[in-house]
């Protein structure tokens, strides 16, 4: 669509030429004889550009410049005057004219030109316009889509918290744990219950990625040991009794899901009256930490990631604990804080924090400068099985 260009003076002579030349340029002309009339034009027509001349009787072009502004400060004016008002040039130049040729122009060539200039620069800056009313849309829709998901994920924060167990005293054994998530939702989990009259069960999880993908994962944990703890006082399942098979249910499951995601895992069943310790490794990295008089040491024990692959096999593995001792699980994000360069200098530097702690959450936080308002580059999960003073 031809764009459509208004010119307004007095003179006929100048206006006719300026309109015909246009109208051959394949403009949609119109014209006007006085500033009055052009803006009772203006008032039910809509043009692309304007050229106007300043010196006029009655309304100037000046005046009308300032009228057109206050309405349509982005149509482009073009300004023509003779050689001796400069100084109303200039006052039009800082009104918003777009250019100013002087009378009398003598090739209508440049006029075409300064016509074309100020179309595509009005053009380009409607399309900037409407592509920062699209980006500050956008940016709207982005802040509230970014609150919803906040809030959605203080919530699930929230239910994940619930999941989680409260500090459990069981027959002289003390159970405590803490989680410090790398985002609001947590891809760590950890869970110890009663068993039964003499046994407690215990588990640290830790699911590949972060957030709530990972999170989700966790609720599957929870709802299958649950299903097996209920099946187990039913007397219908033993399967929380024999770690590898519990582990084996859950790579199962996991595999069935078809969520792409696997977990490392250490699941324990620790019996009071016989001070045993039945427990099964996931590919879970670091090993649990036992806490004696004699110092710290790892756990032995190694297997597969739980939910990577169908043919995984885990092991049992059984040990007697002492009748004083604290056994401290935690996930690999405890390595990652850690200032050592090595791997094994970071496990080695763990046993002699957990030591010097004796095994005491609270105290082995203190000395990693754990704290609530931590940012830490992954999910750290530390749980504590104690019994007696060390």
């Not at 039945?278 to 032995?300: A, W």
């Not at 203190?366 to 830490?376: A, I, K, P, R, W």
Request: aromatic share 6%; glycine share 6%; charged share 25%.
């Amino acid at each position: 669509m031809a764009a459509k260009v208004l010119v307004i003076d007095d003179d006929s002579t100048v206006r006719d030429s300026i309109f015909a030349y246009l109208d051959d340029c394949d403009y949609d002309m119109l014209s006007a004889a006085s500033a009055a009339d052009a803006w009772e034009l203006l008032s039910h027509q809509t043009v692309d550009a304007v050229i106007c001349d300043l010196k006029m009787p009655g309304m100037n072009g000046i005046e009308l410049l300032e009228r057109i502004k206050s309405k349509q400060p982005d149509l482009p004016v073009i300004v023509v005057s003779g050689a001796g008002v400069m100084d109303d040039v200039v006052r039009a130049l800082r009104l918003g004219a777009e250019d100013y040729l002087v009378k009398p122009i003598m090739d209508l060539e440049v006029l075409q030109h300064s016509v074309r200039k100020a179309l595509e620069r009005s053009q380009l800056e409607a399309e900037n316009s409407a592509y920062r009313e699209h980006l500050e849309k956008n940016n709207r829709e982005l802040r509230l889509g970014l609150e919803e998901l906040r809030a959605d994920q203080l919530a699930g924060r929230q239910a994940q918290l619930r999941m989680l167990p409260d500090p459990l005293d069981f027959d002289g054994l003390h159970c405590e744990h803490r989680i410090i998530p790398s985002l609001l939702l947590s891809g760590d989990f950890l869970d110890y219950f009663e068993l039964d009259e003499n046994r407690i069960v215990f588990y640290i999880a830790d699911v590949s990625g972060h957030g709530a993908s990972s999170a989700f994962v966790t609720v599957l944990l929870k709802n299958l040991t649950y299903r097996l703890r209920r099946n187990f006082h039913r007397g219908s399942s033993s399967d929380l009794l024999y770690p590898s098979q519990v582990l084996d249910r859950i790579n199962g499951e996991l595999l069935a899901s078809e969520l792409e995601k696997h977990l490392t895992m250490f699941y324990g069943v620790f019996c009071t009256r016989t001070n045993s310790l039945r427990y099964s490794v996931g590919g879970h990295f670091p090993m649990p930490v036992l806490v004696t008089d004699e110092g710290s040491r790892y756990l032995e024990g190694r297997g597969m990631p739980v939910g990577l692959f169908p043919e995984a096999e885990y092991l049992d593995y059984e040990m007697t604990l002492p009748e004083n001792f604290n056994l401290l699980l935690f996930s690999d994000g405890i390595l990652e804080i850690m200032k050592e360069s090595s791997l094994n200098d970071k496990e080695a530097s763990l046993l002699r924090l957990t030591s010097a702690s004796k095994g005491g959450l609270e105290q082995l936080g203190n000395m990693l400068g754990l704290n609530e308002d931590l940012e830490v580059p992954d999910d750290i999960a530390m749980a504590s099985i104690s019994r007696g003073k060390l």
